[in-house]
């Protein structure tokens, strides 16, 4: 071949193979032999050509993740913007329904660092973050921010790292993730108690003042002879139950269950797949439609298992056995 290059000129060819380092044995000797006999006839020689070089942009991913709030109505959520295999630009912001952001990170993490995180909320709550869109975040932060104004909880300074990854594209409002979900919901609605079974709903109870209220409630209700029936007692606390949950649980507070609820939703979905999303959707459809005659709180599971909730809890801070403040029983 470098034979039939020489007789044909192709000078270009013999410098490329005498030259490149990517070819070895026998061609690699002809083609320098060729180079040699050329210079020493004193032939003009191409320079190399130079290696072709691509151009690969890469693609910017921005993703966003949300917690499910607790039962003070605190989310965290975080956007993450990356390109191609770059360490990720990621702000976490902490929100509190009513207060509005109480905290702000930004810093830089790899891929694996970010999944190391997640698995370790994962593994501590039992609930993994779930990829929402971009601008339903921002869009959360804006609205939090308004409840900074109002509830005059200071504004984090970490919050001015984070606005690079926070500025709004648009300004409509974006829909609700499970917009679509819930407008497609089937069948009765119903808030059955076996929703608080789930992880995201474990921590969640009643004000402690409202559990507060139903011991005192209870203990009115019993003489001291009635305070060692446990029949009694058992009957008691069921009938001031029913009595607490329709009063704790206003029309604004079963809007912002409700609220709550949808959110919750959100994670439900992605750990548990549609049908427990679509449930604790119809059960929170079921609470804001409650009333006060007809319909009350109390006839949801889900409502009236809220408050035995706190009460489990008061019993077991008190060393597993409730104590009810019962009028004139002997000390």
Known sequence: LVDAWMKAQNLGAIVETGTSEDITGNARKAARRALSVLRSKGATLPER??????????????????TPPDGRGTVSVTIA???????AHIAEVILREGTGVVNAVSGWMS???????HQRIADATGVAPATVPVEWVRHLVEVALKDNAKSGQLVPIG???????????????PKHPLADLEAALEGDAAAPASLHGEPEFRGWVPDPRAIDEVIRAVGQRLNPAD????????EVVRDEVKLATDRYFTPEQRAILARRMRDVAITVRGRAGDDKA???????????????????????EFLRTFVQKGIAMAAQQQGGQLRVPVPNKPA
Request: hydrophobic letters at 35%.
């Open 49 to 66: 050509l130079k290696p072709a070089t691509s151009v690969l942009v890469e693609e910017e991913i921005i993703e966003a993740t949300f």
């Open 81 to 87: 913007k990356r390109r191609g295999g770059e360490r």
């Open 111 to 117: 891929r694996s660092q970010i999944k190391e995180a």
């Open 159 to 173: 919050l001015e790292r984070c606005k690079e990854l926070l500025a709004r594209d648009s300004s409509e409002e």
């Open 227 to 234: 305070a060692e029936d446990a029949k009694k007692v058992d």
């Open 278 to 300: 679509r449930e604790v959707l119809r059960a929170a459809k079921a609470i804001e439609g409650a009333g006060l005659i007809t319909s009350p709180p109390s006839d949801l």
